[in-house]
């Protein structure tokens, strides 16, 4: 399997499944937070959650969601791109908990050549993320530059 794709090989409407999904572990999301320098106790305190939300244990980090559908999509849609042009939209649908498992599609939703660049073009996809139960829990919507296929 190729890492990424030519800029020929998009198509508007077309969907890639990102495979595997992620399960999310308390590990993971308290390194990525204290990394992070996140210091909320919706997301770090056990207790807090408990006692003092509707869902009654801590919430993962948007911010880490949104990391985990940049790495699970990357391989189909920005394996080669040079460069993310920016991000158009981020939406949280539904809270992701230690434990969940995430998984990951893309759309693509525009495509165009770069006049100015030759040998690039730019694709807008939208990521979506589900939880194991298929509930949607993000999406995100983003412009890339990617090469076109070298010649011969």
Known sequence: MSFGRYFEEFEAGQV????????????DHHLFSLLTMVRHPLHLDA????TATRYKQPLVIGSYVFSLLLGLSE???????ITHCGFEKIEHHAPVLHGDTLYAESEVYAK???????????????????????TLVMTLRRELVVPKRPPG
């Open 16 to 27: 890639f499944s990102h495979w595997p999904g992620k399960t999310v572990t308390e590990y």
């Open 47 to 50: 207790h807090y959650a408990e």
């Open 75 to 81: 391989a189909d849609v920005a394996g080669r791109a």
């Open 112 to 134: 165009r050549d770069i006049p100015e660049r030759d040998g690039r073009g730019q694709v807008g996809v939208e990521t979506r993320g589900y939880n194991q139960h298929r």
